[in-house]
């Protein structure tokens, strides 16, 4: 509960006739904000705001009071801002001591327990930045631990009141190592300050406590941080918040109401403080109560005003007409919202600010969480932010040219830094070629689906069309057994020079901008076969991305991404082995495999809104029945597998995607290299389909079919407490899985039994026939959702199927089982 954006202010003002502000400045409120010894304060509002000693003064927030009152019957807002005058401050900070207000003592609690981790991700010479620091009674713990470990570090407090911020900065003493400094603004005002306050060497970590966050809408709360993110941050910046969850209902509600009245007394001042706005008997408290009212269904609490009798509220601006409002008996007056977040929806609110989770902390009680997120090199959309994107597109279906550039950073990040110029004739999967040949596989592949469709030439050099149309796959029982493929150079000095190729790539892309540049001028029409093209290379590529990563993996040479900070393994290991999974039961019932996308059809439609390209074995949609069944609410672990392995004596078959160290132990490979298995013990383990049959039926278990994983998704996606999707490079390796949670979504691929085959309906896509028949052979079996590499557009795509050779032991993919 702490102050909210005054862009909302804003944008409720701007709908309501220009009402000027009268308002005196505070008794001899200084020039310039008093400097100490310990700390100095800066004035970052505007000019035409800065003349009184708290960030009230905008005319702005008046038109809003009015406007927001002079609404319908029980459609009467008050700006949440009201609140946190002076008095509401201090009021606030009494609440935070209340037993029954769990929030801020579970942050301490995370503070006090889990610094050490939260702190090792703040480099020395970092500027840390809190938005409504309040009392600082946390930050304190914040900065005392960063005194201690000697870091270089400029606190900056961002607050709404000079003498509260006096007060709480005095408070903390003096520092060796950490300087402090006091924001006197707005969220607004911080906003634009620290846009342009800091250079890019400057790392940043960006604080928002309190679960300040659950004063906004959630999709508001994303374009907040969104905004932050991208005006104020750069590559490796941190935000951390923290973030209340969905708790029992009666803990919340008393949260919000407790028996002392002092939250009622810090909601009932903001009618005091309006008054003291308008400078004059505006509204009367005594007409009024407070109602406190958690809906458990929209995970949020809200605050109302209740008028406990008919009362006419006039406003008397000093040029103008007199506003008057009638406010009815048990009229209800909206002043404040606190939302609460399941996992998911913590994972999803990062998603949509174009941040990625790396770390996330829970108190002793299970209550509440602190989240570290940081500004990676690039950002794939997903969920809601996904399906906004997908409404919005201008070709539906077709990838944007923002989607585009995302793929291409996360290209050439990887082909740049995790794999360098040394490793480009290494051959880590015998099965595959060389890494060079992927270099030039992509842009080449672009090409060719380009100019077959629109009937031009070939980018130059011509010849390589010859050498990177088509990659291998051969048969792993008999490898001169392959899918029809280009030939490529045997020696090393036989290939193109990779600077070559790289200049070949960047004309292949300004193609593909310039053609896109010529769709959306009108220039050139995007026809659905156009569009067919643009859509299917750009899954081609996110594809050979992970291909390239699991190839990466198997490297002992393999480097870290840069501008993505590394896990430290140490703070991963979990002190107890998981239980087994607990079994969810499944209902029988019909479940809609596929969709309908018939590709022979493009030349007679356009594109219309809502249309979703797939591959051909996604066509078309048909209805499956699947018979009751139970399955495990998550995927096998490491851990669960080395038990496996230990107690069968098979510890000499450990999963290609381990390894044993020169010292003897197993670890984890990850792009950032091993990792110790006592640290990934709870991450999804990833096995070949015949390792994960193996490991069922040792069980008395089966891996689920196909259709079965996909009812089980459907009947249990809308439960509260289901683990955020992995996907997309949320994090660049899989994640920790527990009992607590549903696992439905990411981190690996899954294993099921179901053989990978033509079915009723099938047609061999036109454009690209070999993509799914050639595998047609009853040695591939179907992998469904999405590893941590999978990009959203195809792991949260419902008809999405993948499949691999049950005996392929290196992909990122896991199982669980069934009965």
């Avoid at 929030?103 to 010479?125: V, Y």
């Avoid at 239980?579 to 030349?603: F, K, M, Q």
């Avoid at 179901?754 to 036109?766: A, K, L, N």
């Amino acid at each position: 509960m702490l102050d909210t954006i005054t862009s909302q202010v804003e944008q409720t003002a701007g709908k309501s006739h220009s009402l000027p502000v009268k308002r005196q400045a505070s008794p001899s409120p200084p020039a310039t904000p008093p400097a100490t010894e310990s700390y100095h304060i800066i004035d970052i509002r505007p000019a035409e705001n800065n003349q009184t000693s708290d960030a009230f003064c905008d005319s702005n927030l008046v038109e809003s009071i009015i406007s927001g009152l002079d609404q319908p019957y029980n459609n009467k807002t008050i700006p949440t801002l009201v609140l946190y005058n002076n008095r509401g401050l201090q009021l606030f900070d009494q609440i935070t001591y209340l037993p029954e207000y769990y929030l801020t003592n579970a942050e301490i609690d995370i503070l006090q327990n889990k610094s050490h981790e939260i702190l090792a991700n703040i480099p020395d010479g970092s500027a840390v930045i809190e938005l409504g620091a309040g009392a600082l009674r946390k930050t304190s713990l914040i900065l005392k631990a960063l005194e201690q470990k000697r870091r270089n570090i400029t606190y900056y407090a961002l607050d709404l009141d000079l003498q509260e911020l006096e007060r709480s900065l005095s408070s903390l003493g003096s520092f060796d190592n950490v300087k402090l400094v006091g924001l006197l603004g707005t969220y607004d005002d911080g906003v634009e300050w620290l846009s342009t306050k800091f250079d890019k060497t400057t790392p940043k970590t960006i604080m928002w406590l309190g679960s300040s966050v659950g004063n906004l809408d959630r999709e508001e709360a994303g374009q907040f941080i969104g905004r932050i993110q991208d005006q104020c941050m750069t590559e490796g910046d941190n935000f951390f918040i923290g973030i209340d969850q969905r708790n029992d209902p009666q803990k919340i509600s008393l949260a919000y109401n407790e028996p002392a009245g002092i939250t009622r007394e810090f909601i009932m001042n903001g009618l005091d403080h309006i008054n003291e706005m308008l400078e004059q008997p505006f509204i009367d408290r005594n007409n009024f109560e407070y109602i406190s009212d958690y809906r458990q269904d929209e995970g949020r609490h809200v605050a109302h005003y209740k008028a406990i009798r008919d009362c006419v509220l006039k406003y008397r601006p000093t040029n103008g007409a007199v506003t008057q409002i009638t406010v009815v008996k048990d009229e209800m007056i909206y002043v404040e919202t606190s939302y609460k977040y399941s996992p998911s929806e913590m994972d999803t609110l990062m998603g949509s600010a174009g941040l990625s989770s790396i770390g996330r902390w829970t108190d002793s009680e299970k209550q509440y969480n602190m989240l570290m997120a940081e500004k990676r090199p690039f950002h794939f959309a997903r969920g809601l932010e996904l399906k906004r994107e997908q409404d919005k597109a201008e070709f539906p279906g077709v990838p944007s040219v923002q989607a585009w550039n995302e793929l291409w950073k996360s290209w050439d990040l990887v082909t740049q830094t995790v794999l360098t110029r040394d490793m480009m004739f290494e051959r880590p999967i015998a099965l595959r070629h060389f890494f060079i040949f992927y270099i030039g596989h992509i842009p080449a592949f672009l090409d060719i689906q380009l100019s077959r469709t629109l009937k031009e030439a070939y980018t130059e050099p011509t010849e390589y069309v010859d050498i990177f149309e088509r990659g291998i796959d051969p048969d792993m029982e008999d490898p001169s057994i392959c899918n029809p493929h280009s030939e490529v150079p045997v020696n090393p000095e036989d290939w193109p020079k990779v600077d070559e190729i790289i200049e070949y790539s960047h004309r292949v892309r300004q193609r593909l901008q310039s053609l896109m540049q010529d769709c959306a001028t009108g220039k050139r029409h995007m026809t659905k076969r156009l569009g067919r093209i643009l859509w299917l290379t750009h899954e081609h590529e996110a594809m050979h991305l992970e291909t390239l990563l699991y190839m990466l993996v198997q490297s002992p040479n393999i480097h870290s991404p840069n501008g993505v900070k590394a896990t430290a393994w140490d703070q991963q290991s979990s002190a107890t082995t998981l239980s087994n999974a607990p079994l969810h039961t499944v209902h029988a019932g019909s479940v809609t495999i596929g969709h309908d996308d018939i590709e022979r059809l493009d030349e007679q439609q356009d594109l219309t809104p809502g249309n979703e390209y797939g591959w051909d074995n996604e066509n078309p949609k048909r209805q499956v029945a699947v018979d009751s069944f139970q399955i495990q609410s998550r995927p096998v672990t490491n851990g669960e597998y080395y038990t496996y392995l230990k107690e069968s004596d098979q510890l000499d078959k450990i999963p290609c995607s381990w390894l044993r160290s020169e010292d003897g132990q197993l670890m984890v490979k990850t792009v950032f290299g091993p990792c110790p298995l006592a640290a990934a013990a709870d991450w999804p383990a990833s096995v070949s389909g015949h390792q994960a049959e193996a490991y069922a039926a040792s069980k008395g278990m089966r891996l689920p079919t196909e259709h079965e994983l996909i009812h089980f998704r459907e009947q249990y996606q809308q439960h509260q407490d289901v683990k955020a999707p992995n996907i997309g490079f949320s994090h660049w390796h899989p994640t920790s899985v527990d009992n607590n949670t549903t696992h439905l979504l990411g981190d690996v691929w899954e294993w099921t039994s179901t053989v990978w085959d033509t079915h009723d309906g099938f047609e061999t896509s036109i454009v690209y026939p070999g993509y799914s028949a050639d595998f047609f052979d009853g040695k591939h079996n179907v992998v469904l959702g999405g590893s941590w590499a999978t990009l959203p557009i195809m792991a949260e795509r419902r008809s999405f199927r993948n499949w691999y050779q049950r005996a392929y032991p290196y992909v990122f993919a896991g199982f669980r089982c069934a009965v």
